[in-house]
């Protein structure tokens, strides 16, 4: 059994794998079908993002496809860089480039004040059902330094509210276990059985 995420990030690519090992599904990514377009993400929410990845590529290969929108939500810059987190830097970009802008932003920010949560929308979309949507966030605040060399993006940014170390520390699945996209999957583990059958 083969389930499509219309991811091209092989940090989530990584993460939805191991998330769905226990199902028993096999996870395939965009990363495995070269030939199908990139898709603008033109949508001004985390879900009309998600929505647009997920029910474009459903079509495109009458499939059941789940889609990952996520990003992080800085307060202190007022939520961004939120849904433009994968391009904070420009275009093309790097996760490396992203945190060192996003450092640079908040260079006069008290630690008090650098409160921010990673944002995580799935969408799961099959030709011919309205989509199954569900959301997640994971409280934290920005670090001064990059820590830890594990998981992506924002990562060895990112202090984990009760915990005092960044996401780039945690293992992959103590990461799973409380992540913005931990649980959304949770959330979605309780309903897409039941969804994909009706
Ligand atoms: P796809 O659209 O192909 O899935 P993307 O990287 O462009 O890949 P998004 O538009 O959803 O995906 O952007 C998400 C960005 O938010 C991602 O590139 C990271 O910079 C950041 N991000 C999301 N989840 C994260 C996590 O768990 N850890 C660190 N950074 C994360
Ligand atoms: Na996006």
């Not at 921010?116 to 409280?139: D, G, I, R």
């Not at 960044?166 to 649980?183: I, V, W």
Request: charged share 30%.
């Amino acid at each position: 059994n083969t389930l499509v995420i219309a991811t091209r990030n092989p940090g989530k690519a990584k993460e939805f794998a191991s998330l769905f090992a226990p199902s028993g599904y096999t996870i395939k990514t965009l990363l495995d079908y070269p030939e199908l377009p990139d898709i603008e993400e033109t949508g001004k929410t985390f879900e009309e993002n998600a929505r647009l990845k997920a029910e474009t590529i459903a079509q495109l290969i009458q499939q059941p496809v789940l889609a990952d929108d996520s990003g992080l939500k800085v307060d202190a810059l007022g939520g961004m860089p939120g849904i433009y987190s994968a391009r904070f830097a420009g275009e093309p970009t790097s996760d490396a480039a992203n945190n060192a802008k996003l450092l640079h932003e908040l260079t006069d920010v008290e630690d008090e004040n650098r409160k921010a949560q990673f944002h995580c929308t799935l969408v799961f979309a099959a030709p011919k059902k309205e989509s199954l949507v569900v959301e997640a966030e994971w409280p934290g605040r920005i670090g001064r330094i990059p820590r830890g060399d594990q998981g992506f993006g924002y990562d060895p940014l990112f202090i984990v509210d009760g915990l005092e170390k960044t996401a780039a520390e945690l293992d992959p699945s103590e990461k799973n276990k409380q992540s913005h996209r931990g649980l959304a999957m949770e959330k979605l583990k309780k309903q897409w059985k039941e969804w994909l059958e009706a």
